[in-house]
């Protein structure tokens, strides 16, 4: 008389991703790699950026521009790999090309060309930063925009078989048609789930990515003021040697 009643293990989420044919388990296997694929993308870029950031603080503490080039450039160097390292070290050695190579012209004054290197060189370090920090982003806007098609396909594909199965058996009911659309709709929560942590994490990314452009850029106008006054400081020392000389 008693039957044993098995609605959890027949209703499982497991068995309606089974019912869902060859086709719909290929769809959900793409999109499942397209989620770990995303995940592992948002651990990387999240513990770059968050070593970036830290180390950049740490050498905007040590450094004091007032203190002049010298101690600057140490700064630099014991904090190499910081973004805002690289973008004085950029400027620097624009700053001693300039001096080492025209010499003749950097102590005549032609300070607008000078600084004018600085601020391309200042740009083209910024530039490249951005580019590094924006690396592999495509990977996660390629997911957010593509997963939810994919499931829908799925979808789609689940519920044209459902509807094949209800003409072959001749029957409408709500038993027949509740398995092969419950396995169809599977592939769209499938595709939502990979598609949305990808689309948060890289406008979060992108957004971080403009803050730190926006942070060199201003850091950048920090440098030029202090260039500024190192050739001003050069070119007076310069004046005052050739002075003593011709006295």
Same mark, same amino acid.
């Given at each position: 008389?008693?039957?044993?009643?098995? +609605?959890?293990? *027949?209703?499982?989420?497991?068995?309606?991703?089974?019912?869902?044919?060859?086709?719909? #388990?290929?769809?959900?296997?793409?999109?499942?790699?397209?989620?770990?694929?995303?995940?592992?993308?948002?651990?990387?870029?999240?513990?770059?950026?968050?070593?970036?950031?830290?180390?950049?603080?740490?050498? #905007?503490?040590?450094?004091?521009?007032?203190?002049?080039?010298? *101690?600057?450039?140490?700064?630099?160097?014991?904090?190499?790999?910081?973004?805002?390292?690289?973008?004085?070290?950029?400027?620097?050695?624009?700053?001693?090309?300039? +001096?080492?190579?025209?010499?003749?012209?950097?102590?005549?004054?032609?300070?607008?060309?000078?600084?004018?290197?600085?601020?391309?060189?200042?740009?083209?370090?910024?530039?490249?930063?951005?580019?590094?920090?924006?690396?592999?982003?495509?990977?996660? &806007?390629? !997911?957010?925009?593509?997963?939810?098609? !994919?499931?829908?396909?799925?979808?789609?594909?689940?519920?044209? *078989?459902?509807?094949?199965?209800?003409?072959?058996?001749?029957?409408?009911?709500?038993?027949?048609?509740?398995?092969?659309?419950? &396995? &169809?709709?599977?592939? /769209?929560?499938?595709?939502?789930?990979?598609?949305?942590?990808?689309?948060?994490?890289?406008?979060?990314?992108?957004?971080?990515?403009?803050?730190?452009?926006?942070?060199?850029?201003?850091?950048?106008?920090?440098?030029?003021?202090?260039?500024?006054?190192?050739?001003?400081?050069?070119?007076? !020392?310069?004046? /005052?040697?050739?002075?003593?000389?011709?006295?």
């Amino acid at each position: 008389m008693n039957q044993p009643i098995n +609605h959890i293990a *027949d209703s499982s989420f497991l068995n309606i991703i089974i019912q869902g044919g060859a086709l719909s #388990l290929a769809i959900l296997a793409v999109l499942l790699f397209m989620s770990v694929l995303s995940w592992a993308v948002i651990g990387w870029k999240w513990a770059s950026f968050k070593i970036a950031t830290r180390s950049a603080i740490s050498y #905007l503490k040590n450094l004091s521009l007032e203190n002049g080039l010298s *101690d600057a450039q140490a700064r630099s160097e014991t904090f190499s790999m910081t973004y805002y390292a690289k973008e004085f070290q950029a400027a620097y050695n624009e700053f001693t090309d300039s +001096h080492n190579k025209t010499r003749q012209s950097f102590y005549l004054g032609d300070k607008q060309d000078f600084l004018l290197r600085i601020e391309r060189s200042i740009e083209k370090c910024i530039v490249g930063e951005s580019l590094k920090f924006d690396s592999n982003l495509i990977i996660l &806007a390629t !997911i957010s925009s593509s997963a939810p098609f !994919i499931g829908l396909f799925g979808t789609v594909t689940g519920i044209i *078989d459902a509807f094949y199965s209800i003409g072959s058996q001749g029957a409408a009911s709500i038993a027949v048609v509740a398995p092969g659309i419950s &396995a &169809a709709l599977v592939a /769209t929560a499938f595709g939502l789930f990979a598609a949305i942590p990808a689309l948060i994490a890289y406008n979060v990314f992108r957004n971080k990515t403009r803050i730190i452009r926006q942070q060199m850029e201003a850091f950048g106008y920090s440098l030029i003021n202090l260039f500024d006054k190192e050739y001003s400081k050069s070119v007076n !020392i310069s004046k /005052t040697l050739q002075q003593s000389k011709s006295n």
